[in-house]
């Protein structure tokens, strides 16, 4: 406990620089973009250029730039991500009710790449060069080829449109009352194939890292010395050499967070899944920078989470993680 | 170098690929001179119909191989140019990190980690969204969300690069760190850059492609990304619309995937028997 | 009846025109501890591979290893115990040391995990391993490299082999640990009346544990017998080159011999 504890410390310090960093960007971008706040807010409201300029005082945008930030960086402190003119409401309510939506979907997509794509690769990597390696090999190459979305277009073809075994998109049948386990199992028939599109890629990717790291265990000395205890085969392949080959795939979990919250843009729109990624869609077709800045600072938070998750799930798997601090 | 290049299948694969794509590139505007957006026939004719038109035509009777062959500039362009731009400013700013070292580097990673804390794909849409749709701001949003890569390769190799012998040297010699940063240590740290490339291109060529299917392309050019998002109105009546242009998507990237790995492959072999 | 007869074996590795072992002949009983002695590149190594089953499957063998009079091939850690000689390769990091010797009773003697572990508790004291009550939930890194040594001599001892192979297992050591992993394979082999191929550069060394020598140079056997007489007369000049070079040899020959009388 201690050690996710001095973990967690740790995290935050090297994650605060970083995410200050990130709302100086915002902030850059936001000056960047045409209009302002107050611009956002009267279009949805309406209102004159009297109201206007009041309003732009009263919330400090007539003061110098970097009055400006302190403003921006004082209410994003306080949990306030300004307003949304595509929706009217603020941009913080607006992303609460669709993050859940998002996460659902990226979890399941995540559980699936990464158990059948470290699973394959424990296959390919149980005998580096046999068969099953290249043919596994070449088919993870073209199925990390494919992109996402066309992926997605083309499921639907197959298994909404000609099968018409699940339905075309949305997360639930609107207005059908369900309730329970009912809707549960509703919820995860519309997940089908947006989390297969989104999943698909990264599974071809853990299955190559997980494969290429096997095949380096594979050549570190222990191993001869496990082969001398006459340990069965399986018993070297799954508890010594996949598990070493494991930790890489680990600290990938973490990296590729970032990368599936890009993804889950394109397939949230195939799909028409509510999450943030449509949201970010949606907030570009409205010209909303402000929604799309706050779905950025989002994920950024998202994506420090998810992190610091990992790094609790390696120390857990690596005994030698901060080792070197237990003994100072 | 090259022969051992054909020595591997990949090898072979990947650049016959890629030399049949750079061809049909080239020859676009031979072969297709009219404007691909323009109308060439009748709408949604089937593949293999009608001769001239063998791919069949989209909802406005806009030819799809000739959208294909015009498609593919864009992509190769465009994924080559952000490729080239994100492993530019990596190296660079990697050498200038790995070379500084100090609070220069400290500062310089801690932006890096800030670019890869935000997902590429949500900062690439931001910025065109702010800077407008236009292919040099499409290769720069690009490039935005993949030079940390790079930048990181580059700096690990700098640092065992800047204590070696003739780096020692230039700085007795007196050179300016610049100099020496730039002339000396980065030809030295690029091999290892470049071999991230092909991964830096593909993922390009697929993040255009995502960002014209959004709709967020150049709306002058015609493009694989824009043409499926195209075909996605008439999905259920000729899905053919959307899965061409993907599949030519997929065989260029496979195509830059085997490249890149015939290459790495051929590199170490040469390794193995020096 | 030998428990190991090794006759005309030669080894080449794949990729390499000279053999790395040529024409070597051997033979081990019950209970007997035998040196093999050599310089790097002397093949010393590539004989307790051979011996123990380890080769990598591309090296090409000749002549024939028997095991009690059989063809048949020695079982690896049921039959020969092995210790490498770097302590820190021979440990699995990221698995718990007492489930590393736990898994091979597992493996060799049937037994289920909990008795296994019991099992591996018992060998870890036999081992010494200081406080092995406290040091059974330990990780390799926590180790030091004698204490690593001790662990993987456990490991190789778990399932009672009736042969222990020791691959310059105390060369990466420094030397009061050496002395320390050097008196416990003395011990342990005594005790459970285990035969013992020792494979060292350190003539000395063998000298103190071995009865037999045999003295190999470029994958040749050029010397073999009795280590007192090794030792005392050896016949090969490349032998007495060898006991030249090392220091504390001759007063270890006047110690032995002293000792041989004494009997």
Not at chain 1, 212 to 217: F, K, L, R, T
Not at chain 2, 105 to 124: S, W
Not at chain 3, 130 to 140: E, I, K, L, M, N
Request: aromatic share 6%; glycine share 10%.
């Amino acid at each position: 406990m201690n050690r996710a504890l001095s973990l967690l410390r740790r995290r935050l310090l090297t994650s605060l620089p970083v995410f200050l960093i990130v709302i100086v960007g915002s902030f850059l971008l936001l000056e960047a973009a045409p209009g302002d706040a107050v611009d956002a807010y009267l279009v949805s409201v309406g209102g004159d250029a009297g109201l206007a300029a009041q309003l732009r005082h009263e919330w400090g945008l007539d003061r110098s730039a970097w009055a400006r930030f302190l403003t921006f960086a004082t209410a994003l402190v306080h949990g306030d991500l300004g307003w949304s003119v595509a929706f009217a409401r603020p941009i913080r309510d607006v992303i609460l009710e669709r993050l859940p939506n998002t996460l659902l979907l990226m979890g399941a997509a995540t559980a699936l790449s990464f158990g059948l794509g470290s699973l394959l690769g424990i296959v390919a990597g149980a005998r580096p060069g046999s068969i099953c390696d290249r043919v596994l090999s070449v088919a993870s190459l073209a199925i990390y080829a494919v992109p996402g979305f066309w992926l997605g277009l083309v499921l639907i073809v197959v298994f909404s449109i000609e099968l018409r075994w699940l339905p075309l998109g949305g997360i639930e049948t609107i207005a059908s009352s369900r309730s329970g386990l009912d809707r549960g199992l509703d919820i995860a028939r519309h997940l089908v194939l947006p989390v297969a599109a989104l999943g698909f890629i990264y599974l071809a990717l853990y299955l190559r890292v997980m494969r290429a790291g096997m095949a380096e265990v594979w050549r570190m000395d222990f191993v001869l010395a496990l082969r001398a205890r006459g340990l069965p085969q399986s018993r070297i392949v799954i508890a010594h050499v996949a598990r070493n080959a494991l930790l890489p795939l680990v600290t990938l979990l973490g990296l590729q967070s970032a990368s599936m919250l890009g993804g889950s843009v394109v397939i949230e729109s195939v799909f028409a899944v509510p999450g943030i990624g449509r949201l970010a869609h949606e907030a570009v077709a409205a010209r909303d920078v402000p929604l799309l800045l706050g779905i950025i600072l989002s994920s950024a938070i998202l994506v420090i989470v998810v992190n610091f998750l990992v790094d609790i799930v390696y120390a857990a798997l690596d005994p030698r993680v901060g080792a070197s601090e237990e003994r100072a | 170098m090259t022969r051992r290049l054909f020595s591997t299948p990949e090898g072979i694969a990947g650049t016959a690929i890629l030399a049949l794509l750079a061809l049909a590139a080239l020859a676009a505007p031979m072969l297709f001179p009219r404007d691909p957006l323009s109308i060439a026939g009748p709408s949604l004719l089937p593949p293999f119909h009608d001769p001239a038109h063998i791919l069949g035509t989209d909802r406005l009777g806009r030819d799809v191989l000739a959208g294909l062959f015009h498609g593919a500039r864009v992509s190769l362009a465009v994924g080559i140019a952000a490729a080239a731009a994100a492993l530019f400013v990596g190296a660079v700013v990697g050498t200038i990190a790995g070379f500084a070292g100090g609070f220069v580097d400290e500062a310089l990673m801690r932006v890096a980690e800030a670019f890869q804390i935000v997902p590429g794909f949500l900062l690439t849409l931001a910025f065109v969204s702010i800077a407008g749709p236009s292919l040099p701001v499409v290769v720069a949003a690009i490039a935005l969300g993949a030079w940390t890569g790079p930048a990181r390769v580059a700096r690990a190799e700098v640092l065992s690069i800047r204590e070696r012998d003739h780096v020692a040297a230039s700085r007795v010699v007196g050179m300016h760190p610049l100099e020496i940063a730039l002339r000396e240590v980065m030809p030295n740290a690029l091999p290892p850059v470049m071999a991230l490339s092909s991964v830096i291109v593909a993922g390009a060529v697929l993040t255009e492609a995502a960002l014209s299917f959004l709709g967020l392309g150049d709306p002058n050019r015609v493009t694989w990304g824009a043409m499926i998002a195209e075909g996605r109105a008439v999905l259920r009546s000729a899905p053919y619309l959307s899965i061409i242009p993907g599949i030519a998507l997929v065989v260029a990237v496979v195509g830059v995937y085997l490249f890149g790995e015939g290459v790495v492959e051929a590199s170490a072999s040469r390794r193995r028997y020096q | 009846m030998n428990l190991l007869a090794v006759s005309g074996l030669s080894v080449t590795y794949a990729g390499s025109a000279a053999p790395a072992l040529a024409d070597v002949d051997l033979s081990l009983t019950e209970g007997e501890r035998l040196a093999i002695i050599g310089e790097s590149g002397s093949g010393k190594t590539t004989l307790a591979r051979a011996v123990a089953g380890l080769l990598p499957p591309a090296a090409r063998m000749a002549g024939a290893i028997r095991w009690r009079g059989r063809e048949a091939r020695a079982h690896p850690g049921r039959d020969i115990g092995y210790v490498f000689q770097d302590p820190s390769a021979s440990l699995d990091p990221v698995v718990g040391i007492a489930r590393q010797i736990a898994e091979v009773v597992r493996t060799h003697v049937g037994l289920g995990w909990p008795a296994a572990m019991a099992r591996a508790v018992e060998l870890l004291d036999r081992v010494r391993l200081p406080d092995a009550g406290a040091t059974v939930h330990a990780w390799p890194h926590q180790l030091s490299g004698g204490q690593k040594q001790r662990v993987a001599i456990a490991a190789a001892i778990a399932a009672r082999p009736a042969l222990l192979v020791a691959d310059e297992a105390t060369s990466a050591l420094d030397t009061i640990v050496q002395a320390e992993i050097v008196s416990l394979i003395r011990r342990i082999v005594d005790e459970e009346r285990m035969a013992l191929l020792f494979i060292t550069h350190d003539i000395a060394l063998a000298a103190q544990l071995a009865q037999r020598i045999v003295v190999l140079k470029g994958g040749r056997m050029i010397e073999a017998g009795p280590a007192a007489k090794v030792i005392g007369a050896p016949v090969d000049p490349y032998t007495r080159t060898l006991i030249a070079a090392s220091t504390d040899v001759a007063s270890l020959v006047d110690d032995r011999i002293a000792r041989e009388d004494a009997r």
